[in-house]
């Protein structure tokens, strides 16, 4: 019993002493942003190039 204990103890102060920015990166989903769209307008079918971060398959839903 007193073995799980230490062990208990050990894991919450780990978890206590994470540093912040790990712990946000891991509560935050993965969005993602547009910086640019070239061009600003077209005619139908015109092919447009976003650029950003995030912008995979596995982020974004087909257009």
Known sequence: MRLSLL???TLVLMAISAPP???QAAMQDVLPRCISVEPMSGKVGTEIVVTGENLGKEHVAEL
């Open 7 to 9: 062990a208990i103890g």
């Open 21 to 23: 920015t790990t712990l």
